[in-house]
């Protein structure tokens, strides 16, 4: 907390970050204060113009005003540890390896360092992340200072150059005896302080670049917290140890495969039966219809194969009579092309056809009563007697 004066008070508005209507408030400026405007990758509360920290208030507190700020500290000592765990990672990167740092996120989870290189190895990041925490132990003091523009220090600082509107001291956040680098964020005063740094591993980034992927201090213990609730919860699941949880997840992936053939193989040996069993009766109808839960469109399409459609109107669906499924309209060419579309409409889905087969997915199988009555409609209609 920080108690500071009001210096000026204008109306304003305010639009939100997930969009919507702009709120209506106030822009604050302060004597001084201890929130920190977004900038380089670091997050924060409130924006700034110019040389001011603009702090957006719904109510109008008077110029002169004694006003109590207030933020979250363990969100702010958070975005300290991975800022200066950031720093040193960067820094030891260049030193061991001759990578050099393009950009960097702070994320709401795990934080990622932009590095200009095509390739990064497993053993680099080993090496590196062991170096990087070997610092930490040494407990490395990290300081502030400011240097004028023309200093001739400035031309020894790490940076990616000035903003060309920048005016004032330069802000010089150094590890001491690692690292001099420009900076605005906020940080840790020993390199202790962020506790461990895990790297993650790299991703592939931008044309020529790699993402590594980290994370500092608390956000190490949260993980592996979660990593052990994980574990507890799969040694429950699975009746054996950490240790095995791989294999045995393996197997099960293994009897999922096999069980999925073989039902497979049993939905084809169905359709067949289906099939066969309409045919084999003596007056077939000119309607066929059939819903199963269980299916695809393979189902489907043996079923229409082995009937064949040159006599018969055959509408087939598969999947939760309450839900969403599939559908198959199969039968004369001219009658397909001419129902398909009604049918799609019927069920509130898509589809597409050619060849007397009009198939696709289906939103309101609910409503496949309406469309058996459509087709029977239709047949009354194509019949001699009709």
């Given at each position: 907390?920080?108690?500071?004066?009001?210096?000026?008070?204008?109306?304003?508005?305010?639009?939100?970050?997930?969009?919507?209507?702009?709120?209506?408030?106030?822009?604050?400026?302060?004597?001084?204060?201890?929130?920190?405007?977004?900038?380089?990758?670091?997050?924060?509360?409130?924006?700034?113009?110019?040389g001011s920290a603009l702090h957006f208030v719904r109510a109008a507190?008077?110029?002169?005003?004694?006003?109590?700020?207030?933020?979250?500290?363990?969100?702010?000592?958070?975005?300290?540890?991975?800022?200066?765990?950031?720093?040193?990672?960067?820094?030891?990167?260049?030193?061991?390896?001759?990578?050099?740092?393009?950009?960097?996120?702070?994320?709401?989870?795990?934080?990622?360092i932009e590095l200009d290189t095509p390739s990064v190895t497993a053993e680099q990041v080993e090496a590196l992340e062991r170096s990087v925490n070997e610092k930490i132990r040494e407990r490395i003091p990290v300081t502030v200072r400011e240097l004028a523009a023309?200093?001739?220090?400035?031309?020894?600082?790490?940076?990616?150059?000035?903003?060309?509107?920048?005016?004032?001291?330069?802000?010089?956040v150094s590890i001491e005896g690692v690292d001099d680098n420009m900076c605005c964020g906020t940080h840790v005063s020993n390199l202790s302080d962020l506790q461990v740094?895990?790297?993650?591993?790299?991703?592939?980034?931008?044309?020529?670049?790699?993402?590594?992927?980290?994370?500092?201090?608390?956000?190490v213990l949260k993980s592996i917290e979660q990593s052990h609730s994980t574990e507890k919860a799969l040694t429950s699941l699975l009746k054996n140890g950490p240790s095995e949880h791989v294999e045995a997840v393996k197997r099960l992936q293994s009897n999922v495969k096999q069980l999925q053939k073989n039902n497979l193989n049993l939905l084809r040996d169905m359709a067949v039966l289906i099939a066969r069993d309409f045919k084999n009766k003596p007056v077939r109808s000119e309607l066929f219809v059939l819903h199963r839960k269980e299916g695809d469109s393979e189902f489907m399409n043996i079923i229409a194969n082995e009937i064949g459609t040159e006599e018969t109107l055959l509408f087939l669906t598969v999947g939760d009579e309450k839900e969403a499924g599939l559908f198959l309209l199969a039968g004369p060419a001219e009658a397909v092309e001419k129902l398909g579309p009604r049918v799609a409409e019927l069920l509130e889905g898509k589809g597409a056809g050619k060849r007397g087969r009009f198939q696709g997915k289906a939103t309101r199988m609910s409503r496949r009563g309406e469309v058996q009555a459509l087709l029977q409609g239709f047949i009354r209609q194509q019949s001699p007697e009709a």
């Open positions: 907390q920080f108690t500071t004066t009001v210096l000026s008070c204008e109306a304003a508005e305010l639009l939100p970050e997930g969009g919507g209507e702009p709120v209506r408030g106030f822009h604050v400026v302060l004597e001084d204060t201890i929130l920190f405007p977004e900038g380089g990758g670091q997050v924060g509360p409130s924006g700034g113009a110019g507190p008077p110029p002169g005003a004694r006003v109590l700020l207030s933020l979250d500290w363990q969100r702010r000592f958070d975005h300290m540890q991975q800022h200066s765990g950031q720093h040193l990672i960067t820094a030891i990167a260049d030193q061991m390896f001759g990578f050099k740092t393009t950009s960097w996120e702070l994320g709401r989870q795990r934080s990622v023309d200093d001739p220090e400035v031309e020894k600082v790490r940076s990616r150059g000035l903003p060309d509107d920048h005016a004032g001291p330069v802000r010089v740094i895990k790297l993650l591993g790299t991703e592939k980034g931008k044309k020529n670049k790699m993402n590594l992927v980290f994370l500092a201090g608390n956000r």
